[in-house]
C-alpha cells in the first residue's frame, strides 16, 4: 500500500497571506489527523478529522482549519499566515481511531516558511 | 498540558552500544507509541504498546510501560550509526479519542 502523501513538500509564503495543504491517507484509513511542529513548541496536536466529521481539535486559534473529504482525503487551511506559523506541518492517518488504540501512520510533512 | 517528557533530551553513544531513552507523562492512557524522526522529515511508527501490557519487544527494541510511574522507556540493542535520529513517545489518553499528545523528543546521535 502506498503511505501516506503531503503536498506541497515545501512552501514560502509572506505574512497575511493563506495557505492550503493536502494529505492522502493510506488507503481504507478513515482518521486523519494534523499535527504542527516547531523547534520550540515540538510537536502540537491541530485536529482530527474522522468521516468528513471534525472528531478532535487542539488549542490552535481559528486561522487553523481543516475539512475532509468523501474519499477521507484532508485539507487544512491557514488564513492571515505569520511568521509563528513557520513549521512543518505532519499528517498521520489510521483505520479508526474511535477508540485510540491504532497506530497513525505519518507523511512526510509540507515544510511552510513565513516571511 | 498533557505532553509528554523525554529524557534525556541528547544522547551520544557508540556504535555497538545500547541506547536507552525514557518517557514520562500525566494522564491514564490507553496505549503508548514510540516514533522515529530523521531530520526534519516524517515520523516512523516504531513500536505500540497497550496500557495492558509491560513489555513489548521489536527486532533491536524493547520497550516498557509502568503504568503505575506513568513511565515508558525505549531500549536500543546494538546501535548503528542508521539509528541516529530523534524518538518521540506519544500518548493517548483515555477518552480523547485520537487525540495524541507527543513528548519533547531525544536526539541520539550514534558515533561510527
Known amino acids: 500500500k502506498a503511505g501516506v502523501t503531503q503536498t506541497p513538500r515545501y512552501l514560502i509564503k509572506t505574512r497575511g497571506q493563506q495557505v492550503t495543504l493536502s494529505c492522502s491517507p493510506i488507503?481504507?484509513?478513515?482518521?486523519v489527523s494534523w499535527y504542527q511542529q516547531t523547534p520550540g513548541q515540538g510537536l502540537q496536536f491541530l485536529f482530527e478529522y474522522f468521516s468528513e466529521t471534525q472528531r478532535n481539535k487542539g488549542n490552535f486559534p481559528g486561522r487553523f482549519s481543516g475539512r475532509q473529504f468523501s474519499n477521507s482525503r484532508s485539507e487544512m487551511n491557514v488564513s492571515t499566515l505569520e511568521l509563528g506559523d513557520s513549521a512543518l506541518y505532519l499528517c498521520?492517518?489510521?483505520?479508526?481511531?474511535?477508540?485510540?488504540?491504532?497506530?497513525?501512520?505519518f507523511g512526510p510533512g509540507t515544510r511552510l516558511l513565513v516571511l | 498540558s498533557q505532553q509528554g517528557e523525554e529524557d534525556p533530551q541528547a544522547l551520544s553513544i557508540q556504535e555497538g552500544e545500547n541506547a536507552t531513552m525514557n518517557c514520562s507523562y500525566k494522564?491514564?492512557?490507553?496505549?503508548l507509541q514510540w516514533y522515529r524522526q530523521n531530520s526534519g522529515r516524517g515520523l516512523v511508527h516504531l513500536i505500540l504498546?497497550?496500557?495492558?501490557?509491560r513489555e513489548k519487544h521489536s527486532g533491536r527494541l524493547r520497550v516498557t510501560l509502568d503504568t503505575s510511574k506513568k513511565s515508558s522507556s525505549l531500549l536500543i540493542t546494538a546501535s548503528r550509526a542508521a539509528d541516529t535520529a530523534s524518538y518521540f513517545c506519544?500518548?493517548?489518553?483515555?477518552?480523547?479519542?485520537?487525540?495524541?499528545?507527543f513528548g519533547t523528543g531525544t536526539s541520539l546521535t550514534v558515533i561510527p
Open positions: 504498546i497497550r496500557s495492558n501490557e
Open positions: 488507503s481504507g484509513h478513515r482518521s
Open positions: 494522564t491514564s492512557i490507553n496505549n
Open positions: 498521520a492517518s489510521s483505520l479508526d481511531a474511535a477508540s485510540s488504540r491504532e497506530t497513525q501512520y
Open positions: 506519544a500518548t493517548a489518553p483515555k477518552n480523547t479519542g485520537n487525540q495524541f499528545y
